[in-house]
Structure formats: structure tokens, C-alpha cells
């Protein structure tokens, strides 16, 4: 005697995998995945600013400064990103500071990449030779000169691995800022699939845009580090 089917196989079954709405929505995916990727750039450009002097601060030992950049380091790295976010957009306006959904999103991938950069980057500056920093005093270089000549670009081109992957990471995480209405592709996403409730195809082409844009920020970010970065700190 053959058992009757359950009613999950029967589900799945009977389910039939229909792409074409989501297709139909195209735009509205392309839209969110340019809201992102735009969304990355601005926090990576400033992100990375921020972690470049904190990690000058917190490797020279420039007072006060090391020490706000070490519990601002602290703070951020030991909370998740999505408090950050709601601190920023629901917190801040108790104390009278309004943020938009984009800007709010910026500020906290620009606070949330900059307290990890930091400490990559002050790896990075902790291992340069001692001999080349004794050299370019020896050439009556000041600290402004020697950080930006003979410290910072070896440095970046030791971490720039590792600040790529945190730049992915901080995109791929950019997906919580759908909670705060921002309209990047996960938001995007969640508009479309509830209202054509296909959950399986939305989600799965949004993943895989999600993937594609991951390789190409990859690339790129290694094509400018063999550019203006390792090639010039030869």
C-alpha cells in the first residue's frame, strides 16, 4: 500500500515557480540596487576618512583623541549595526536632531565602517618600519609629511584586503536600512513580494543582485587599490 503524500510534499507539488512578476518589477529592483550601491560609496568614501584619522589618532597616541577614538571604537564594535541605526533615526530626534531615511542610513554606515577601518588601518600603521620613519626625520620631514608619504599608503596597501571585505560586509549589511524606509534593494524587495506574494522568486533574485553587486564593489575596490594605492606606494 502506497502512503499518501503529506501535505508539505503536496505543497511543494503543487507549487509552481513563476519569475514573471518579479521581472515585471525590474525597475523598481534596478532602483533599489543603485540606491545601494550609491549608499555604499558615500559611507566607504567618508567611512574610510574617518577610520584613516582615527587610526593616526589611536597609533601616534594623539591626546585626547586616541582615547575618544578608542571608546568610540568600542562602542561601535561590541553593538549591532541595526541599534546604531535606530538610535540615529528614532533617538536623535528626542534630542532635536531630524535625520531623512538617507541621511540616517549614511550616518550610521559611515559610523559603523569607520570604527572597523580604524583598527584596520591602525594595523597597518603599527607595522611600518622603524628605519623609515627614522629616515624621514633624518630628511626634516614633518609628522603631516611622514604620515602621508611614508606611513599611510604602505599601510593601506598591508589592509586593503581587509578593508575591501569590511566594505562588503557593511553593503551587504546596508539591508537593515529597509526598517528605517530607506529605499535601497531590500526594501524594494519587500514592496514587490508583498504584493505579488511570490517570497521564493523575489528573494532569490534579490539575493542574487545582492551577490552580483558584491563582485563588481570587489573588483572595483581592487582595481583602485593596484592603481592609486600598491602602484604608487612602489
Request: glycine residues 6%.
Amino acid at each position: 500500500m502506497v502512503a499518501a503524500p503529506s501535505s508539505a510534499q503536496q505543497s511543494t507539488q503543487a507549487y509552481r515557480f513563476d519569475f514573471a512578476p518579479v521581472f515585471e518589477q525590474s525597475g523598481l529592483l534596478l532602483s533599489g540596487a543603485a540606491f545601494t550601491l550609491t549608499l555604499t560609496a558615500v559611507g566607504t568614501l567618508f567611512g574610510l576618512a574617518l577610520g584613516i584619522c582615527g587610526a593616526l589618532c589611536r597609533a601616534w597616541r594623539i591626546s585626547p583623541f586616541d582615547r575618544l577614538f578608542g571608546v568610540y571604537v568600542e562602542v561601535i564594535r561590541n553593538t549591532p549595526f541595526l541599534v546604531q541605526l535606530f538610535f540615529i533615526f528614532f533617538g536623535l530626534p528626542a534630542l532635536g536632531v531630524k535625520l531623512g531615511e538617507w541621511q540616517a542610513a549614511v550616518l550610521a554606515m559611515v559610523i559603523n565602517l569607520g570604527a572597523y577601518s580604524t583598527e584596520i588601518i591602525r594595523a597597518g600603521i603599527q607595522a611600518t618600519p622603524r628605519g623609515q620613519l627614522e629616515a624621514a626625520q633624518s630628511l626634516a620631514l614633518t609628522r603631516l609629511q611622514t604620515f602621508r608619504h611614508v606611513v599611510l599608503r604602505p599601510a593601506l596597501t598591508k589592509v586593503w584586503p581587509a578593508l575591501t571585505s569590511q566594505v562588503i560586509i557593511v553593503m551587504l549589511g546596508s539591508a537593515v536600512c529597509s526598517q528605517i524606509a530607506a529605499e535601497e534593494l531590500t526594501f524594494a524587495a519587500n514592496f514587490i513580494q508583498s504584493r505579488n506574494f511570490r517570497a521564493f522568486e523575489t528573494y532569490f533574485i534579490t539575493a542574487a543582485l545582492y551577490f552580483v553587486m558584491a563582485l563588481l564593489v570587489r573588483q572595483l575596490l581592487s582595481w583602485i587599490g593596484q592603481r592609486l594605492i600598491v602602484g604608487r606606494a612602489r
